[in-house]
């Protein structure tokens, strides 16, 4: 079995249609197709079924895709292993980071990386706490960047932890806003601001929501994005107001940041899954997202 064809066999389990896989892999969908009917040709089995205009796995192709994970990174594992016996960082590494820690940790972090290691290759994949927990834990990321404070979905002992950073959560106003001043801020004098949440059931929308009803009122929210960038736009344009982590606060945009009079932070935290020691590429990814000196350590270190 070839396996650039078990990674697009494991992508449509993963990302559901075949032109999602064809985007990932910068493929036309009618060479995913191709290629996914070359694997049931080398198996001898079915793997997909059509329905109506769509695709999807049969009970073979879903074994097949979800053992196929552990086949490549196994091949990843002895790849590395044979270049440098280990000790050189190669091969590849999937590392999901949530929104606001993309540019400021993992993009700067992938950037020395592929300085500091020729050989090593990292992916990297946009996933919210919610997401990037079961996607470590289903062998769909090797890292994740996700906070320990996401009470909905807790970390297990199954995962081992790697402290990053503490970020602080900001009211976020346009800058002509009377808040937009010095100080902390107490939330229940905003109450009968109009607000710009994340998308519902997401962090933020659930840590924002409970914020604001710790104040004694609830939001009366004009706007949901799923984008920090759109928040801002629509915060600078003096449409509305928000919490946003410190982190996902562009400086590009003309909006003014006020600490809360209770102070609110939220722990960054890298994870991996426990069991035995991560192989090379993996301790350097990691070490590479410790390396941000910008950033306040928790316990102030």
């Known amino acids: 079995m070839n396996p650039w064809r078990l990674r697009l066999l494991s992508q449509l389990d993963t990302l559901g249609t075949v032109r999602a896989v ?8 009618s060479s995913v197709s191709q290629q996914l009917a070359v694997l049931e040709t080398e198996t001898r089995t079915q793997l997909l079924e059509r329905t109506g205009r769509r695709v999807r796995l049969t009970p073979a192709g879903l074994i097949l895709a979800r053992r196929a994970r552990a086949i490549l990174d196994h091949m990843n594992s002895v790849e590395a292993e044979l270049r440098g016996f280990g000790e050189e960082p190669a091969g590849l590494v999937r590392l999901g980071a949530f929104q606001s ?3 400021t940790m993992a993009v700067p972090a992938v950037r020395r990386l592929a300085r500091e290691h020729p050989h090593l290759d990292v992916e990297l994949l946009e996933l919210e706490p919610h997401a990037s927990m079961p996607a470590l834990r289903g062998g769909d990321a090797d890292i994740i960047i996700t906070t320990t404070d996401f009470d909905e979905l807790p970390l297990g002992p199954d995962l081992d932890l790697v402290p990053l950073a503490m970020d602080p959560i900001l009211l976020v106003v346009p800058p002509e806003h009377p808040a937009a001043g010095r100080g902390a801020v107490d939330l229940a004098a905003y109450a009968d601001e109009s607000w710009s949440f994340d998308i519902p059931q997401s962090y933020m929308a659930n840590l924002a929501l409970r914020l604001c009803r710790q104040s004694g009122f609830e939001p009366r929210v004009v706007c949901r994005f799923s984008n920090y960038m759109m928040t801002l736009q629509h915060v600078e344009a003096g449409l509305s107001i928000a919490l946003l982590p410190g982190l996902a606060v562009d400086r590009r945009y003309r909006v003014a940041t006020r600490e809360l009079a209770t102070p609110v932070t939220r722990s960054i ?4 899954r426990r069991g035995s020691p991560p192989r090379a590429a993996v301790r350097a990814v990691l070490e590479a997202l410790r390396h941000h000196p910008e950033l306040p350590l928790p316990g102030g270190e």
Do not use: E, F, G, V
């Open 101 to 103: 820690t993309i540019h």
């Open 22 to 29: 064809a985007q990932a892999a910068n493929l036309s969908p």
């Open 269 to 272: 935290t890298a994870a991996i």
